[in-house]
């Protein structure tokens, strides 16, 4: 993990430990209130082990929506 995503995982800490809001972290991390929501249902559902492949997973996502589209 390099510092950019331990920042990304502090702040989306703090939303899901509820010291800051949704709003505020799209704000700080640079993305919209609806991607923050999904890091934070992916935090709550995998677990911290995931959040190094939080890139790889978003890449797999939007390759496997390129294929259904087709």
């Given at each position: 993990?390099?510092?950019?995503?331990?920042?990304?995982f502090k702040v989306i800490q703090?939303?899901?430990?509820?010291?800051?809001?949704?709003?505020?972290?799209?704000?700080?991390l640079d993305l919209s209130v609806?991607?923050?929501?999904?890091?934070?249902?992916?935090?709550?559902?995998?677990?911290?082990?995931?959040?190094?492949?939080?890139?790889?997973?978003?890449?797999?996502?939007?390759?496997?929506?390129?294929?259904?589209?087709?």
């Open positions: 993990m390099n510092n950019s995503d331990i920042n990304r703090d939303v899901y430990d509820r010291r800051i809001r949704r709003v505020d972290a799209a704000d700080i609806r991607q923050v929501q999904r890091l934070i249902d992916r935090l709550r559902e995998f677990g911290v082990m995931t959040t190094s492949l939080w890139g790889n997973l978003e890449a797999m996502s939007n390759r496997k929506l390129s294929c259904n589209r087709k």
